[in-house]
C-alpha cells in the first residue's frame, strides 16, 4: 500500500520522531558541500570551524502570486510603489541563496497563504482544488514548490475555507505545514506537523541541525469557530514552545527558528474569548530559553530586526516581520563556531529587502500564468448596472451610498431567511466597515470584481438579537475609532480616524438606526441622537443585528455581540452574497436605500456636510 505523505509527516510529528526524515521533511541536500570552506572563518583539523547560515522568511502571502490586483484589473501599486507577489520574492530567494550558498539557505513563511485575492478565492470556492494531483492546481503550491520551500506555519486564514480544503492544500505542497499548537480537539495530540528539522552538512565535522518550530494563532478558536469547533484546539504560542523548544534542543538541533503567526506586541483583538494572547512572539522569544530568532506574521507590518532579551538566559532574540503580500523578504543572517565538541550560535541578524527593486521570477510568473488569467476572465465578467457611480474614499467619516448597499445587502438577507419564524417581525440592523478606501462601483456596467471589491474578507453572515441598550454599547466601541477632537480645533479628515491604531476593518457602520457621533466628547460617550423609526431606541427593545462571522465570534472585541443569541447564520461569503444580489436584482439604485443616517458632530455641530 503506498505511503501517504500527509499522513507520514503527521504520524512522525506526532509521536516526537521529528519530521527530517521524508521527503519534504528530509535533511537538507547539500550538493557542492566544499562551498562551505569558502565561508569557514577559520579551520581546525577536521575542518572548518565555523559556519554562516541563512534563513529566508516571507509572511502574509493572501494568495498573492504575481504582482496584480484582481480588483483594478492592473499591477499592484500603493501610494509608496510596493510590489507584491511569489514571483517577486522569488527572484530575492535566488539572489539571497546564491549570496550565502543554495546549501545553506533555507526558506520558511509564517502563514496566512491561501487567502486574501481572488486568485486563492476561485480555487477555494469556484474551481475548488482537492488532494488529488490530477485536479486543479493551487497556484500557491505551484509557485512555492517551485521556489523549494522548506516549510511554511499555518496562519488563522488558512482555516477560512474549511479543513478539507486546507488539506487539500496540504497534499499539494511539497513542504510541511506546521502548527505546535493546532491539535486535535480529543486527543490533544498534533494536527499538524509541530516541527520541522534540517541538517546543514559541514566538510569535516557533524551536520548543524536547525530546528524549524511553526505557532499559528490561537484566535482560530474565534474567528473560525464554525469551522473547527469540536475539530481542532489552538493551545497559546508560549505554552507549546515551552513544550517543543527543548524536545528540538533534545534532537541535537545547533540553532531554533520559530515561524509564528502572532505578532510583537502582545495584544488581542479578541477579549478573553480565549485565555491565550493574539500577538504573542515577543512573549515567546521573552519566556522560551532557546530560541535564536523569529519570523514574524499575521500583523501586517514590516520590522526589519526586533531584538528581545529572554528573561531567563540572557541572550537576546532576533525577530523580523517582511510586512505582507510578498512585499519584502526577511534574510537572518545566523553565524556558528564549533566549541566543545558541538555547533554554538554566535550571532544572528536580521534585515528585510524590498520586492520593488527585482523584476518576477519568469520562471514562476509561467508556472502559475494558465491559473491567473483563467481568474481575470472569471472576475471581468458582468453581473450587473448601477445607476450612479459610488465610491469608498470618504466611508471612513462620511455616511456613503457604498456601505450602505452592504447594509443593504445584508438586511435583506436576513428579513428573507427570517420570514415566517418568531424572530420575523424584529427590526433588522446591519453592520458594515470600509474594508477598502479604493473599493468603487461605476456609473454602468458593473464587474464581478467591481462587487467583490467590496468585501475584500471571506466572512460569512450571522444574525444575533441585541437589547436598545447593546446596541448603543456597540456603537459607542465603534466611534473608538475617531480621534477626540476639541469644538474649536481644525478638521483634517486624515487626523480624524484610526485612533489609536483602530484598523479600518474594526470600525461599524449600523443600517437600521440613526445616530450622530460627537467626537468633542471622549470615547465611550459619543453616540447621541439614536433612533429607530424616527423615534429614540428603547434600551429594552430587541433587534436582529446582521454581522460577519469575524465580528460574531468576538473579532475586535465589540461588547454583547459574542455572546448574544444566534438566530441564522450562512455559510455562504458575503461577498458572494452580495453578487447574487446585483445578479438577481440586475440594476443597483443608490436612491432606493440609505435612508438611515449617521454623521460625525462637535457640540453638536455638524463636521460635514
Same mark, same amino acid.
Given at each position: 500500500?503506498? =505511503?501517504?505523505?500527509?499522513?507520514?509527516?503527521?504520524?512522525?510529528?506526532?509521536?516526537?520522531?521529528?519530521?527530517? *526524515?521524508?521527503?519534504?521533511?528530509?535533511?537538507?541536500?547539500?550538493?557542492?558541500?566544499?562551498?562551505?570552506?569558502?565561508?569557514?572563518?577559520?579551520?581546525?583539523?577536521?575542518?572548518?570551524?565555523?559556519?554562516? $547560515?541563512?534563513?529566508?522568511?516571507?509572511?502574509?502571502?493572501?494568495?498573492?502570486?504575481?504582482?496584480?490586483?484582481?480588483?483594478?484589473?492592473?499591477?499592484?501599486?500603493?501610494?509608496?510603489? @510596493?510590489?507584491? !507577489?511569489?514571483?517577486?520574492?522569488?527572484?530575492?530567494?535566488?539572489?539571497?541563496?546564491?549570496?550565502?550558498?543554495?546549501?545553506?539557505?533555507?526558506?520558511?513563511?509564517?502563514?496566512?497563504?491561501?487567502?486574501?485575492?481572488?486568485?486563492?478565492?476561485?480555487?477555494?470556492?469556484?474551481?475548488?482544488?482537492?488532494? /488529488?494531483?490530477?485536479?486543479?492546481?493551487?497556484?500557491?503550491?505551484?509557485?512555492?514548490?517551485?521556489?523549494?520551500?522548506?516549510?511554511? %506555519? =499555518?496562519?488563522?486564514?488558512?482555516?477560512?475555507?474549511?479543513?478539507?480544503?486546507?488539506?487539500?492544500?496540504?497534499?499539494?505542497?511539497?513542504?510541511? *505545514?506546521? %502548527?505546535?499548537?493546532?491539535?486535535?480537539?480529543?486527543?490533544?495530540?498534533?494536527?499538524?506537523?509541530?516541527?520541522?528539522?534540517?541538517?546543514?552538512?559541514?566538510?569535516?565535522?557533524?551536520?548543524?541541525?536547525?530546528?524549524? *518550530?511553526?505557532?499559528? @494563532?490561537?484566535?482560530?478558536?474565534?474567528?473560525?469557530?464554525?469551522?473547527?469547533?469540536?475539530?481542532?484546539?489552538?493551545?497559546? =504560542?508560549?505554552?507549546?514552545?515551552?513544550?517543543?523548544?527543548?524536545?528540538?534542543?533534545?534532537?541535537?538541533?545547533?540553532?531554533?527558528?520559530?515561524?509564528?503567526?502572532?505578532?510583537?506586541?502582545?495584544?488581542?483583538?479578541?477579549?478573553?474569548?480565549?485565555?491565550?494572547?493574539?500577538?504573542?512572539?515577543?512573549?515567546?522569544?521573552?519566556?522560551?530559553?532557546?530560541?535564536?530568532?523569529?519570523?514574524? !506574521?499575521?500583523?501586517?507590518?514590516?520590522?526589519?530586526?526586533? $531584538?528581545?532579551? @529572554?528573561?531567563?538566559?540572557?541572550?537576546?532574540?532576533?525577530?523580523?516581520?517582511?510586512?505582507?503580500?510578498?512585499?519584502?523578504?526577511?534574510?537572518?543572517?545566523?553565524? =556558528? &563556531?564549533?566549541?566543545?565538541?558541538?555547533?554554538?550560535?554566535?550571532?544572528?541578524?536580521?534585515?528585510?529587502?524590498?520586492?520593488?527593486?527585482?523584476?518576477?521570477?519568469?520562471?514562476?510568473?509561467?508556472?502559475?500564468?494558465?491559473?491567473?488569467?483563467?481568474?481575470?476572465?472569471?472576475?471581468?465578467?458582468?453581473? !450587473?448596472?448601477?445607476?450612479?457611480?459610488?465610491?469608498?474614499?470618504?466611508?471612513?467619516?462620511?455616511?456613503?451610498?457604498?456601505?450602505?448597499?452592504?447594509? *443593504?445587502?445584508?438586511?435583506?438577507?436576513?428579513?428573507?431567511?427570517?420570514?415566517?419564524?418568531?424572530?420575523?417581525?424584529?427590526?433588522?440592523?446591519?453592520?458594515?466597515?470600509?474594508?477598502?478606501?479604493?473599493?468603487?462601483?461605476?456609473?454602468?456596467?458593473?464587474?464581478?470584481?467591481?462587487?467583490?471589491?467590496?468585501?475584500?474578507?471571506?466572512?460569512?453572515?450571522?444574525?444575533?438579537?441585541?437589547?436598545?441598550?447593546?446596541?448603543? /454599547?456597540?456603537?459607542?466601541?465603534?466611534?473608538?475609532?475617531?480621534?477626540?477632537?476639541?469644538?474649536?480645533?481644525?478638521?483634517?479628515?486624515?487626523?480624524?480616524?484610526?485612533?489609536?491604531?483602530?484598523?479600518?476593518?474594526?470600525? /461599524?457602520? $449600523?443600517?437600521?438606526?440613526?445616530?450622530?457621533?460627537?467626537? %468633542?466628547?471622549?470615547?465611550?460617550?459619543?453616540?447621541?441622537?439614536?433612533?429607530?423609526?424616527?423615534?429614540?431606541?428603547?434600551?429594552?427593545?430587541?433587534?436582529?443585528?446582521? &454581522?460577519? @462571522?469575524?465580528?460574531?465570534?468576538?473579532?475586535?472585541?465589540?461588547?454583547?455581540?459574542?455572546?448574544?443569541?444566534?438566530?441564522?447564520?450562512?455559510?455562504?461569503?458575503?461577498?458572494?452574497?452580495?453578487?447574487?444580489?446585483?445578479?438577481?436584482?440586475?440594476?443597483?439604485?443608490?436612491?432606493?436605500?440609505?435612508?438611515?443616517?449617521?454623521?460625525?458632530?462637535?457640540?453638536?455641530?455638524? $463636521?460635514?456636510?
Amino acid at each position: 500500500m503506498p =505511503l501517504n505523505r500527509r499522513d507520514f509527516i503527521n504520524r512522525s510529528a506526532a509521536t516526537g520522531a521529528g519530521v527530517a *526524515l521524508a521527503g519534504a521533511a528530509g535533511a537538507v541536500a547539500a550538493p557542492g558541500a566544499q562551498a562551505a570552506d569558502a565561508h569557514a572563518g577559520g579551520r581546525g583539523q577536521h575542518g572548518p570551524r565555523t559556519f554562516s $547560515l541563512r534563513v529566508l522568511g516571507t509572511t502574509d502571502l493572501h494568495g498573492h502570486a504575481l504582482n496584480w490586483d484582481y480588483f483594478t484589473d492592473a499591477e499592484y501599486d500603493d501610494a509608496t510603489h @510596493n510590489d507584491v !507577489g511569489l514571483a517577486k520574492v522569488a527572484t530575492l530567494v535566488e539572489a539571497a541563496r546564491a549570496e550565502k550558498g543554495h546549501d545553506r539557505t533555507l526558506l520558511i513563511d509564517a502563514g496566512d497563504i491561501i487567502q486574501g485575492t481572488q486568485l486563492s478565492y476561485y480555487y477555494a470556492r469556484v474551481e475548488p482544488i482537492t488532494g /488529488d494531483r490530477k485536479g486543479p492546481r493551487h497556484p500557491m503550491a505551484l509557485a512555492m514548490n517551485h521556489m523549494r520551500y522548506d516549510a511554511a %506555519a =499555518l496562519g488563522n486564514h488558512e482555516f477560512n475555507y474549511g479543513i478539507p480544503l486546507l488539506r487539500a492544500f496540504q497534499e499539494q505542497c511539497d513542504f510541511p *505545514l506546521l %502548527a505546535a499548537n493546532a491539535v486535535d480537539a480529543t486527543t490533544l495530540k498534533p494536527a499538524f506537523p509541530p516541527y520541522l528539522v534540517k541538517e546543514l552538512r559541514v566538510p569535516g565535522h557533524p551536520p548543524v541541525k536547525v530546528g524549524v *518550530l511553526g505557532l499559528t @494563532n490561537p484566535g482560530i478558536a474565534v474567528w473560525d469557530k464554525a469551522n473547527v469547533q469540536g475539530r481542532m484546539a489552538f493551545p497559546g =504560542l508560549v505554552e507549546q514552545a515551552k513544550v517543543y523548544v527543548p524536545k528540538l534542543r533534545a534532537l541535537g538541533c545547533d540553532v531554533v527558528i520559530c515561524t509564528d503567526h502572532s505578532g510583537l506586541d502582545g495584544g488581542t483583538s479578541y477579549g478573553d474569548a480565549v485565555p491565550y494572547p493574539e500577538n504573542a512572539s515577543s512573549l515567546v522569544a521573552a519566556q522560551v530559553p532557546g530560541i535564536d530568532a523569529i519570523l514574524v !506574521g499575521h500583523t501586517h507590518v514590516e520590522r526589519p530586526q526586533t $531584538l528581545v532579551v @529572554n528573561e531567563q538566559t540572557g541572550r537576546t532574540v532576533v525577530l523580523s516581520e517582511p510586512l505582507m503580500w510578498g512585499m519584502r523578504l526577511s534574510v537572518f543572517d545566523i553565524d =556558528l &563556531v564549533r566549541e566543545r565538541g558541538r555547533w554554538q550560535v554566535a550571532s544572528v541578524t536580521a534585515e528585510v529587502r524590498n520586492a520593488n527593486t527585482v523584476e518576477e521570477d519568469p520562471v514562476v510568473a509561467k508556472l502559475v500564468r494558465a491559473e491567473h488569467e483563467k481568474v481575470v476572465a472569471y472576475v471581468n465578467q458582468v453581473v !450587473g448596472t448601477c445607476t450612479a457611480a459610488m465610491s469608498a474614499a470618504e466611508s471612513t467619516y462620511k455616511d456613503t451610498p457604498i456601505i450602505d448597499f452592504i447594509n *443593504l445587502v445584508q438586511s435583506d438577507t436576513v428579513t428573507a431567511a427570517l420570514a415566517g419564524t418568531q424572530y420575523a417581525d424584529l427590526p433588522v440592523l446591519s453592520e458594515a466597515s470600509p474594508f477598502s478606501r479604493t473599493a468603487a462601483i461605476p456609473a454602468g456596467q458593473v464587474s464581478l470584481r467591481d462587487v467583490a471589491g467590496l468585501y475584500v474578507y471571506e466572512n460569512t453572515l450571522d444574525a444575533k438579537i441585541l437589547t436598545g441598550a447593546q446596541v448603543k /454599547d456597540y456603537l459607542e466601541w465603534s466611534a473608538r475609532y475617531f480621534a477626540q477632537t476639541a469644538p474649536d480645533a481644525p478638521v483634517d479628515p486624515a487626523e480624524l480616524t484610526n485612533a489609536g491604531n483602530i484598523p479600518d476593518y474594526s470600525y /461599524d457602520v $449600523l443600517s437600521g438606526v440613526s445616530y450622530d457621533i460627537d467626537i %468633542a466628547q471622549p470615547a465611550g460617550s459619543r453616540i447621541v441622537n439614536l433612533t429607530h423609526d424616527g423615534k429614540p431606541v428603547d434600551p429594552a427593545a430587541r433587534f436582529v443585528l446582521a &454581522v460577519n @462571522n469575524y465580528r460574531s465570534s468576538g473579532g475586535s472585541n465589540y461588547p454583547h455581540v459574542a455572546a448574544a443569541q444566534s438566530v441564522w447564520s450562512s455559510s455562504d461569503e458575503i461577498r458572494n452574497t452580495i453578487i447574487a444580489w446585483v445578479q438577481a436584482h440586475g440594476t443597483i439604485d443608490p436612491s432606493t436605500f440609505g435612508a438611515d443616517q449617521w454623521r460625525l458632530t462637535r457640540a453638536g455641530v455638524p $463636521l460635514f456636510q
